[in-house]
């Protein structure tokens, strides 16, 4: 129970009149960033507690549930519309970036170097020569592979993790929140500077390694919360009575409604952790060249911005409106799966 | 009071330890600072062993790290490589990183609380859209990309503040550094503190206080912000921390030499004393950030009482 109180405790109104809290530690409840803080809301148990509405008699109301209800939302929201799309076209973008460029990116030309738009390529050329439109699409691949690899194993290990401590409880719980709390310690651009310059491999994986163990706890946490929110219903209770084991318990009934949280965090996550590709790969030790990505093209175009801004300027609003996509989506299917606001 | 903060104190330890530790394992796998040190050429096989034994660099990692711990509880941080002391080092480095960190900070509560309010009291108005897409935007836009571009914009084209900081550090260098570090925090801190102002907006307290007849001014203030500010607080607390190393890439563009950079000379010159120091000291203020926040929450919300 302290632990519910703990989540409850995040709404300052929650428990009002109640005498004693079980004191809330920031360090459990803070809120990290956006995904985190988007997330929080749909922890808070009134959420998952059934409440039936009694329709009347004769009037035969069609029971949805939440997957359908914020599918149905969804469909209706412009943001959802115009961020799904976006999404979709990047996707297309990275699998087959030759739809878009006929142009290689790696076919430079230096009697070319910082110079700008000219027919065929309505970028201009960056340091080397290179085309920056094509450089801009093939970008895209980087970023994204990065970027939904790194979810996924941040996601998987993190709701593993994270829902196997608040399921049990106990020692487990406490071991994994301390492990979570040691990788929350360490500001995560310097532990990316120092472990990604131990590391002498340059590929993509490295990167989304490095994410992965340093971005998990945060899904872990809520996760964990979420879980052990979900494990005190009515119809856990009910599920246990009838004598289901504890891997069916968590499989069919806790992990359905438990996951919208985590589904929130990760996409919003996406977002921030190709912002993070980018911004590592700026500061050298990301991913490399011959890799073509948005973080080196800005990083070696920062150098001489004023003489041609040009070439910063594309790949950077390439990459803002990439992060901007997913952190858009995550709004919308966070606004559609709490209930608060319908 | 005093056994929650033992208690909070006593909680820390495993992850200071735990923190300090993985950095001073990694930095260590950066590979023979020995060998880095003389650069391209051979070492003195004679010179190399004294360095190495001077640094401890025989003996196992583990022990390596007690007695290093050991001496940092003397405030002893070890020299770095060229003789220096890292202590010095760090009394170069913090003040700079301390007064662009507090830049930031200020402009972070200020605009990203006051934008935040404007918004919740307006829900669903132009003000509180604009709010919303302007902070989105701001989100998705890494800072070094903000960076670059406000310093050409402000610094050289408009010439309206310095371009860079270098060796003066005073206040007006620093509001354009402080401006870009701050603005993806600030746009957190407006977001969260919409929310939380547009979930206590219609809160039964509110209703009261308008009831009451007190002034706008004073329902605003005294009741609805002082409940809505704390999570901001949360969240204020631990950016303190991440501030401070976020610093890194704005100190970068500026030319600032504050903790970012000694830090980053350290990784690339393979400084093991200067990492670990700078990262144990950046731990320390982030745990105690969090110490703090705990606190503040008492003095916030009456309701939280430590046993």
Known sequence: MPDQEKYNAADPLAEAGTEELEMPSAVENRTFDLGTMEAQSLIKPERLQDHPEAPAADERVEARSLWQDAWRDLRRNPIFIISGLLIVFLIVMAVWPGLFASTDPLKCDLSKSQQGVSSGHPFGYDNQGCDVYARTVYGARASITVGV?????????????????????????????????IFFGIPILLGGLVFLSVVPSQSIWIVVAFIVVLGWPQIARISRG????????????????????????????????????????????????????????????????????????ISSASDSFRNAPHMLLYPAGALSITVLAFIMLGDAVRDALDPKLR | MGRYVIRRLLQMIPVFIGTTFLIFVMVHALGDPVNALFGDRAPDPAVAEKIREQYNLNDPLWLQYLKYMGKLFRWDFGTTFSGQSVTSLL?????TTLKLTAVAFTIEVIFGIGLGLLSGLRRGRVADNSVLILTLVVISIPTFVTGYVLQYLVGVKWGAAPATVGDQVTLDRLILPGVVLASVSLAYVARLTRTTVVENVRADYVRTAVAKGLPRRRVVVNHLLRNSLIPVVTFLGT????????????????????VGYYLYQGIVRQNSNTVVGFVTILVIIYLAANLLVDLLYAVLDPRIRYA
């Open chain 2, 91 to 95: 009394a170069t480095a913090f003040p």
């Open chain 2, 239 to 258: 950016d303190l921390g991440a501030l401070m190393g976020g610093a890194l890439v704005t100190e970068r563009i500026f030319n600032i030499h504050g």
């Open chain 1, 226 to 297: 979420s879980v052990i929110t979900v494990k005190q219903q009515d119809y856990v209770t009910a599920a246990e009575a009838l004598g289901a084991g504890s891997s069916r318990l968590m499989v069919r009934h806790i992990l359905p409604n438990a996951v919208a949280p985590i589904i929130v965090v990760a996409t919003i996550a996406l977002g921030t952790y190709i912002a993070l590709e980018a911004t590592l790969s700026f500061l050298g030790v990301g991913l490399k060249p011959p890799t073509v990505s948005w973080g080196i093209d």
């Open chain 1, 149 to 181: 690899c790194a979810t996924a194993g941040a996601a998987l290990v993190g709701t593993v993790m994270g829902g196997l401590a608040g399921f049990f409880g106990g020692w487990f719980d406490s071991v994994v929140s301390r492990i979570a709390d």
